[in-house]
């Protein structure tokens, strides 16, 4: 029984650390300082047909005196769908054969995340039993291949192998570990449901007793779930702020605006830079005011 | 073939032998054009400079000989390391360059839309994530924790040595910032920021830069008015020269106006137009003057000068060259700042400067603009009587990657030469925001020391030469005259000797200008064809 509270209680540690780290993470991100405008077209949140071909609003003149335009959410939403679904510049541009196995890995993790959420489900609704058998089914194989699948072609083609290093192979195969196991228990399991009791008993707080096959899965998980705010596997978060923050960013600044304050306050942080054209421990707002160290400032 | 497989480790190995050899047979073809063999580099630079990359580079320093000038060296880049990932001293790029060290997930998608990789042959050292997998190892072994403890599990394996650090630094200029990888890395990694970067770090805290971006660059433009050396006093005695050129080609005075107090418009253009192709600041003069645009040109020291290198690697610089231009405008009291043809100008102070001057210096405040909308508009207008005819020859497009890709201007340009040519445009493939670099992007255009414009003009500029003979493979009788349409003075600077490098103008008849001499050339009240295909193109 204490084994079975174990498991519980780890279950959730895994839940919340992973909450929390990953919240830690975004926070850091979110508060480091504003960049410079830094953007690439096609900026998907454009209007009209404009998006299409990668245009901007700087192909008007007078811009700068026009009302702030509402952002086109649609364009970044569909951007986002292909490339969350469809892994689409993976499969436009990667010259290595990884999109096949990517998206499988990929769609491993979200019908495997569909597959635990059907199993609750269907614990009350017992229609959904087989949709959930049918979906962790195919997130086991999928996953399984997809990340097996991307070690192989890691290790065996040059132009990926000089790159990977021991703990890109190490979370790959950490991946592939989960869907493996999944799929060993599922071999003794055909139905889920062991899987089924163990979500159950975490969620209601009932220890039950579960295959060890079906307890070493979860546990594999739920370590990775811990392990990934540490690791770049947390990309899909991340891509907030490379996209939406940075190549997407293309607001100009304007007066009391939020970036407004914010520049103003960063240009008050102190350079340090050693350099022979700075001015070692001036605020940048007077660095820019510089022309040449020692000269006049200029106005 | 001459590839070598060039590991990571290798980057620290010591010694002069450069880690690749770029040799002919391993490069993008360009058949028909002649395309000579890289020359090597001369015996006395290899003894005393540092060519140990690739066998080039622009960095005429003598190599550090004892073993402490090389470790002060590297302990030097250390401290830039650690300022640069400081939020305080580098909180313009901070978060994009943590994301770009931490969350590159090695799958080298970005690799084929490089196009300095594409026409050395795939060589290692120039797939866009090499140099970023260098410092992201070196940054490993530095500044994490996983990284100290970890080491080689978590690729932390690059020794920290003077040959990392050389070489390093020359990989930073082997890129020309153009961001094409960026704009397919499913992550969203910059590697073209990680080599501005490090350009920073070298830059921001040892003062070391290609003298033509620093010393001759940004430095000279502070001090001297302009990175061409010229002076407010020789750019008013060019003012004349232009108005003279006015005189000579459209037979009646127009007066240039300058320092003109309350125009709507100040128009800068890249100084370096002035000198080396004055038919475009001249041309840019007719067309505004028939079409009644109320302008000025500045006088004010950095006000006839566009140019702001520092976007391409110095922040500090960039910031102070961006707000003498904005300062000028204020104290002309014009309405707006417009740029002239010139692609990094357009970035700088339309775009990248914004966040990094003063309030009252912000983009709402001075609106800064391209000149490609404006020329739009006033070709659109009815203003000037153009004939599409006098422009009956083939004409294809340079995309400037600051003006497509990095700005999102893509139309107006396309739709100048559809209202101004006989043909229609030639589109190079690919084009608009996918398009390459003219291989002079990010300062190399202008980077002329010891042998580095054999590698720009061998590698950097390969792929544009191509596009152009594909764009114009149907016509390539030396007869039929051919332009290159380039609305960007450093694209132009590339292409000029890129065409001379490989006879595209003997060979093809191929030659290049700007966008507004291609406006002036179809203005029907000019007597005699504004573009002179006989000159210098």
């Known amino acids: ?299 | 073939m001459s590839q070598r497989t060039v590991r990571f480790r290798d980057v620290a190995r010591p010694g002069r032998d450069p880690l690749v050899a770029i040799e002919a047979p391993d490069l993008l073809p360009v058949a028909p054009a002649a395309a000579p063999p890289p020359a090597a580099p001369r015996a006395r630079w290899l003894e005393t400079y540092d060519l140990s990359l690739d066998g080039f580079s622009d960095l005429d320093l003598p190599r550090p000989q004892t073993p402490e000038e090389q470790e002060r060296f590297v302990e030097a880049f250390l401290r830039g390391l650690e300022k640069l990932l400081d939020p305080q001293n580098n909180w313009p790029f901070i978060k994009t360059l943590k994301l770009s060290l931490d969350y590159c997930l090695r799958c080298q998608t970005c690799s084929e839309a490089c196009h300095v990789y594409l026409a050395s042959g795939r060589q290692e050292i120039y797939r866009p994530t090499f140099r970023s997998e260098v410092l992201r190892r070196i940054y490993q072994r530095q500044a994490t924790v996983a990284g100290r403890v970890l080491g080689p599990l978590v690729g932390a394996d690059i020794e920290v040595n003077f040959a990392a650090v050389w070489r390093l630094l020359e990989l930073a200029y082997r890129c020309n910032l153009c961001r094409r990888c960026a704009q397919v890395c499913p992550v969203g990694i910059d590697n073209a920021l990680l080599a501005r970067e490090i350009r920073k770090l070298f830059s921001q805290e040892l003062g070391l830069a290609p003298a033509e971006l620093l010393k001759k660059g940004t430095r000279k433009h502070l001090e001297a008015g302009s990175s061409t050396g010229m002076t407010p006093a020789g750019f008013r005695d060019t003012v004349e020269f232009i108005e003279e050129i006015i005189g000579e080609k459209t037979g009646r005075p127009i007066r240039v106006p300058v320092d003109k107090k309350g125009a709507d418009i100040l128009l800068i253009h890249n100084a370096g137009e002035f000198l080396s192709w004055p038919e475009n600041p001249a041309a840019f003069s007719i067309l505004l003057d028939a079409a009644g645009v109320d302008y000025t040109l500045s006088s004010d020291l950095l006000g006839y000068d566009a140019v702001n290198y520092g976007v391409w690697f110095d922040d500090v610089e960039l910031a102070r060259v961006a707000l003498q231009h904005v300062r000028i405008a204020k104290s002309l009291g014009v309405r707006k700042i417009v740029v002239g043809e010139c692609g990094h100008a357009h970035k700088a102070l339309c775009v990248t400067a914004d966040r990094v001057l003063p309030g009252d210096y912000s983009l709402a405040e001075m609106p800064r603009e391209s000149c490609l909308p404006l020329l739009r508009d006033i070709v659109q207008s009815g203003a000037l009587r153009l004939d599409p005819a006098r422009n009956d020859f083939p004409v294809t497009l340079h995309d400037s990657c600051n003006v497509v890709r990095l700005m999102g201007i893509v139309r107006p340009q396309r739709e100048v030469i559809a209202r101004v040519c006989a043909q229609p445009l030639r589109e190079m493939t690919p084009h608009g925001v996918w398009n390459y670099c003219c291989g002079g992007g990010g300062g190399l255009a202008i980077m002329d020391t010891l042998n580095f414009s054999e590698w720009r003009n061998q590698v950097a500029a390969r792929m544009k030469v191509r596009q152009i003979l594909d764009a114009f493979q149907d016509t390539l009788d030396p007869a039929i005259h051919k332009y290159v349409a380039a609305a960007c003075s450093n694209c132009k600077g590339a292409l000029r000797e890129a065409i001379a490098r490989y006879g595209l103008q003997e060979q093809f008849g191929i030659g290049y200008g700007g966008l507004a001499d291609l406006i002036v050339n179809a203005m029907v009240d000019l007597p005699q064809p504004y573009i002179e295909w006989d000159s210098e193109m």
């Open chain 1, 1 to 299: 029984m204490a084994f079975q509270w174990f498991t519980i209680a780890f279950g959730w540690a895994a839940v919340i650390l992973f909450v929390a780290l990953a919240a830690r993470k975004v926070y850091l991100y979110a508060t480091m300082p504003l960049n410079l405008r830094w953007e690439v077209y096609p900026v998907p949140h454009e209007r009209g047909d404009r998006r299409g071909y990668g245009g901007s609003y700087m192909e008007q003149v007078d811009w700068a005196g026009e009302p702030p335009r509402p952002a086109g959410r649609g364009g970044e939403l569909r951007e986002m769908a292909s490339e969350i679904l469809l892994l689409q510049r993976v499969r436009e541009h990667n010259p290595y054969g990884l999109w096949p196995l990517s998206l499988a890995l990929h769609w491993g993790i979200y019908l495997l995340l569909f597959w635990l959420a059907l199993l609750v489900a269907a614990n009350w609704l017992p229609a959904l039993t087989w949709p959930a058998v049918a979906a962790g089914g195919a997130a086991l194989v999928l996953g399984v291949g997809g990340a097996g699948g991307l070690i192989v072609r890691r290790a065996s083609r040059h132009a990926l192998a000089l790159y990977t290093t021991p703990v890109d192979y190490f979370n790959l195969a950490f991946l592939a570990a989960i869907f493996g196991l999944g799929l060993v228990s599922w071999a003794i399991d055909p139905l889920f449901s062991q899987h089924q009791a163990y979500l159950v008993s975490l969620l209601t707080f009932r220890p039950a007793p579960t295959a060890p096959l079906v307890l070493a899965m979860f546990f594999l998980l739920q370590a990775f779930a811990i392990y990934m705010p540490f690791s770049k596997l947390l990309h899909y978060i991340m891509k907030h702020f490379t996209f939406h923050e940075t190549l997407w960013d293309d607001a100009f600044r304007r007066k009391g605006s939020r970036a407004d304050r914010l520049a103003a306050r960063q240009l008050s942080y102190r350079v340090t830079w050693a350099g022979p054209h700075i001015v070692t421990g001036q605020s940048w707002q007077e660095e820019v005011r510089e022309r040449s160290p020692g000269s006049e400032a200029a106005p």
